[in-house]
């Protein structure tokens, strides 16, 4: 074959490549065309098309077989990846047109265990549905569902402070490190989480309500950070029943401390929200049940 001009043909296109595959795989013009729901001679044409293009002869055309040459080796290898990233592309386009994704916003303590087993449920029961969570405070989720980038949200709240689905009492302990108590220090430590932070104000009038001299020891917005401090002897602390592990100690009710039962769990989404969103607040319903319960 004479010299072509790659300047303006240096696209294959994957028809032509397909071709080549096919006929290299099946041996046979014949066979290939019947495999490509095509003619011989359309396919015969696409390959020499191929050739044009790359300038080689990519096919020897023997009495019984048709074999690739050493040039036809190597566009095959490039052919077949080819073909493979389309397929590719189209799986990812597919599902992409498929999946719908829900935006949720959990706390912290919310955010592994049970939880996870439940949203792991659900995804088996709704393979299309892509789920975004995200863990943190409840106000900085509140104010992320407010601005709409939160589909919903399950939120630890003052009772009755927003409209809900759903909504449980919010069972709290007082609690102490287990190796290094702090109860009995003048003045008393707390820790707790900043300004603004869930229980903080609560726990403060708890304390000055009964007469008791306190200090804020530590403050972190981490559950996980209010969790070690109390269990390291930095202070006390005013947790959610499902937040107390073994490392700290339950203050009982003869240390004098106030009960604190004015927060609540609550499941927040839109009216509007469509049948999938209304199924996984179902979900997180029989959640909080089970909480209730255990």
């Not at 001009?5 to 041996?27: I, M």
């Not at 590719?88 to 916003?105: M, P, W």
């Not at 609690?175 to 903080?200: E, N, Q």
Request: glycine share 8%; aromatic share 6%.
């Amino acid at each position: 074959m004479g010299h072509i001009d790659r300047t303006n043909s240096r696209l294959f296109e994957l028809d032509l490549l397909r071709a080549l595959v096919t006929v290299a795989d099946c041996g046979s013009f014949t066979t290939a065309a019947l495999r490509l729901s095509s003619t011989q001679s359309t396919v015969s044409q696409k390959v020499r098309r191929l050739e044009e293009l790359a300038g080689h002869r990519l096919l020897e055309r023997g009495n019984r077989d048709v074999l690739p040459t050493d040039a036809g080796e190597t566009v095959l290898g490039y052919a077949r990846r080819l073909l493979s990233l389309n397929d590719e592309l189209h799986e990812a386009l597919d599902g992409a047109s498929v999946a719908q994704i829900v935006r949720i916003g959990v706390p912290d303590d919310f955010a592994a265990g049970r939880t996870t087993r439940h949203l792991a449920e659900f995804s088996r029961r709704f393979p299309h549905i892509k789920l975004e969570v995200t863990a943190g405070l409840s106000r900085d989720l509140a104010g992320s569902y407010d601005r709409g980038e939160l589909d919903l949200v399950l939120l630890k709240q003052r009772r009755n402070s927003r409209d809900a689905v759903a909504r449980w009492t919010e069972k709290t302990r007082w609690v102490d490190s287990l190796r290094s108590p702090a109860f009995d220090l003048d003045p008393l430590p707390i820790v707790t989480f900043p300004p603004r932070g869930l229980y903080r104000d609560e726990m403060i009038a708890a304390l000055e309500s009964v007469g008791r001299r306190w200090r804020i020891s530590f403050t972190s917005s981490s559950l996980s950070g209010i969790q070690d401090a109390i269990a390291d002897g930095m202070g006390i602390g005013l947790l959610p029943l499902r937040a107390v592990t073994g490392e700290h100690l339950v203050l009982p009710q003869s240390a004098g401390l106030p009960e604190v039962d004015m927060f609540e769990v609550a499941i927040i989404h839109r009216p509007s929200a469509g049948p999938v969103i209304t199924a996984l607040a179902e979900s997180f319903s029989a959640l909080l049940e089970q909480e209730r319960g255990s």
